[in-house]
């Protein structure tokens, strides 16, 4: 069985520690506890990790947040993995920092990466794993949030949140979303 992991980013350093790129950080994290590495190829960042007999190809876009769809619909395609399992990894202003919900689908819910990968991949049926930033943020700054840096108190509860989204991302490989969602969703 093999399975892709899409976290959703934005490439470079003024984007590195940001909101936006929680998927790409809860995949760097998952890579080093294994051991592994990244390389640059085709429109990402791929890395690879083998877990309880199943294949994980892990992607970072590096098309830009607003263009992931360009790099999940190329990687789906070349390594010929359905819709049902890849998991894309996203921040979600909508729910409260630290929670996490995985889900089977849904809408885009303003996300322009959710969008452009609902618009390249044919539709909102795809798994994914929604990490909560929280809504701090006042009216019309919304992007400012999401491209602003954790604050400290954040920054400090990141580890555990990205931790419970690994074991969400093993369990999502292995027992089932199903199962992972009763299991962990918040």
């Known amino acids: 069985m093999k399975y892709l992991i899409i976290g959703l980013g934005n490439i470079g350093p003024e984007y590195e520690l940001t909101r936006h790129n929680i998927g790409f950080l809860?995949?760097?994290?998952?890579?080093?506890?294994?051991?592994?590495?990244?390389k640059s190829d085709r429109l990402a960042f791929k890395s690879e990790v083998k877990y309880k007999g199943r294949m994980l190809h892990l992607i970072k876009p590096t098309t830009y947040m607003n263009l992931s769809g360009k790099a999940v619909n190329y990687w789906m395609k070349?390594?010929?993995?359905?819709?049902?399992?890849?998991?894309?990894?996203?921040?979600?202003v909508a729910?409260?920092?630290?929670?996490?919900?995985?889900?089977?689908?849904g809408s885009a819910a303003g996300h322009n990466g959710l969008k452009n990968i609902e618009a390249l991949c044919g539709?909102?049926?795809?798994?994914?794993?929604r990490m909560g930033i929280g809504d701090?943020?006042?009216?019309g700054r919304q992007v400012d949030y999401v491209l602003g840096r954790f604050s400290q108190q954040e920054f400090d509860e990141l580890p555990s949140m990205m931790d419970k989204a690994i074991e969400m991302i093993y369990g999502f490989c292995t027992i089932g979303i199903a199962q992972t969602m009763t299991q962990f969703n918040d």
């Not at 995949?27 to 590495?37: A, P, T, W």
Request: proline share 6%; glycine share 8%; no cysteine.
């Open 26 to 38: 809860t995949l760097d994290r998952l890579v080093d506890k294994e051991g592994g590495s990244w």
């Open 78 to 92: 070349e390594l010929n993995i359905s819709k049902e399992n890849i998991l894309v990894l996203v921040d979600d």
């Open 95 to 105: 729910i409260p920092f630290g929670k996490i919900r995985m889900r089977a689908k």
């Open 123 to 129: 539709g909102k049926d795809y798994p994914r794993l």
């Open 136 to 139: 701090n943020f006042p009216k």
